[in-house]
């Protein structure tokens, strides 16, 4: 474990805001996408929800690619150099979509979003090295809370700024991930001790050898199924909710984003306050299963709202199923060697990416299926219904293939 005291602390603080300016960023310009998307296309709210499914497809594609390889590129060269690859790419991508002549640079932009410009598998890899194993659910939660801080500003302001036009949210995201890359150059500093860095090997580089060598370790290919399952269900959010909402409720680009504020607000006083102690009392696997089960409700109940004020309401409690991702995540970094951190963060990066990809697809044409001309009823709430099956899904697997959580980590 990387355990220099002054150097650990400023390196999760530069962690943590890193994936704070990347979740700010990514708020910022959700509330405007879909009026960009129309800007460009000349077209329907139900069409542009059609095209924002395959905009959000680029970026899943090319980061199931992209995860393994930069996961075991950290393994090899530290998290340094691919902490700092990843930020340029992320500021890279919303200033292509901010200057925007036509569609396909949207696509452009999100690609190289989805191969260069992902934090999180660093992230979690970094806060590993800093982490011992009963610690890590609480430092991921840490990463999450992050996260869910962004969201409080992020939409709040992308709804503000959209009076300005619908360019100006993805210059100020741009702008934010440029000034945190050069700001982490001169004050970041390597978390992974360059005797556990291990060979680069190409087999492994990809997701299919990364599932296969990490599929060797005992209990990990039960998780990681889990793990794609749920971050299958939780995606409803990031995919569809900027085009539910306004289908649903009738809410503009500012209730959008205080909508999602909401969520972030939820999402941080959880999972900074609340997930290391249920871990300490539960444990791992328990609550992971509690934020399931609310996230189950959650799902269901949305799919048949009308009324904008209890949905408000249940963006709030949404809170209580943001425990379960990062319980996730440490049941399977608890069973994983130091040197194979970056693997396993990379790995999961990439079944998030399949899984944003299949919810793009799935729940944005589901949702563009029922509020069509031609739509069979009017039912906006259909993609929530096939979120809260998959959430049954993953509770029974969580509950019948996965065992109570190992006394240690491997050494």
Known sequence: MFTDPVLQKRAKRFV??????????????MPVLPDLIRELTKVSLSEATRIGAWIGAAYGIFQFLMGPLMGNLGDRFGRRPIFLVSLFGFGADFLLMGFAPSIIWLFIGRAIAGGFGAVFGPANAAMADMSTAEDRAASFGKVGAAFGLG????????????D?????????????????GIYGYFVFPETMPKERQRPFEWKRANPL????TLGKIKGILPIAFIYFLWVCATNIYPATWAFFAPAQFGWDSKMVGISLTLVGVSMLLFQSLVIGRAVKRFGERTTAMIGMGFGLASFTITAFLTNGAIALTLNVLNGFSGMAMPAINAMM????????????????????????LMAQLVYNNVLSTFTGDRAPVYFPGA???????LSIVTLSALFFLSKRDPASAPA
Not at 174 to 179: K, R, W
Not at 383 to 389: K, R, S
């Open 16 to 29: 943590l805001l890193t994936v704070f300016i990347y979740s700010m960023g990514f708020g910022i310009v």
């Open 209 to 212: 050898g990364a599932l296969a």
């Open 151 to 162: 969201f409080i500003l992020g939409p709040a302001m992308g709804g503000l700024l959209a």
């Open 164 to 180: 300005y036009g619908t360019r100006l949210p993805f210059f100020v995201a741009g702008g934010l991930a440029f000034a945190n």
């Open 333 to 356: 970094s608890r069973r994983t060697p130091p040197d194979q951190q970056g693997e396993l963060q990379g790995l999961n990066g990439s079944m998030s990416a399949l899984a944003f």
């Open 383 to 389: 993609p929530f219904l096939i979120a809260a099956g």
